[in-house]
């Protein structure tokens, strides 16, 4: 992937989903698509430096999220990646998440008048930062 010239492939990306639609333990077989996903035609997944993007478009008004990390070479060959408008690349999975694919899950929250960024600062060694 010329994409990973000079940077290292990242060990984890992240699935974002509203926190009612997964169990944290056991995964189920195969992780819920969200109406995004249904829509588009593929799973939505986030580098670590992206969190933020899902959290702030889909969950802005959510106190409550669910953040699953996907171990990277599990799904490598099934990810799509797109270039965003600021330069970087966004991972597309382009077949369902399967639960065996997921190392952990946190569920991220925040209180009212909180932002994501200040919910996240927690979660900094979980999240993997800048990968």
């Not at 593929?42 to 959510?62: C, F, G, K, T």
């Not at 409550?64 to 408008?85: A, M």
């Not at 382009?94 to 065996?100: K, V």
Request: glycine share 6%; hydrophobic share 35%; net charge negative.
């Amino acid at each position: 992937m010329a994409m990973f010239l000079g940077e290292r492939k990242p060990r984890y990306i992240y699935r974002v989903l509203p926190s009612m639609n997964l169990p944290s333990n056991p995964f189920p077989a195969i992780i819920p698509r969200t109406d995004p996903d249904r829509d588009e035609g593929y799973i939505h997944l986030w580098r670590s430096r992206q969190i933020l993007v899902p959290l702030n478009q889909w969950h802005e008004d959510a106190l409550q999220v669910i953040v699953v990390r996907v171990i990277f070479f599990s799904v490598q060959d099934n990810t799509r990646w797109d270039r965003t408008p600021e330069g970087d690349h966004h991972p597309h999975l382009c077949r369902d998440l399967r639960g065996d694919e997921c190392e952990s899950a946190v569920i991220l929250q925040r209180t009212p008048g909180q932002t994501w960024e200040q919910a996240i600062a927690l979660y900094a060694g979980w999240l993997n930062p800048g990968v």
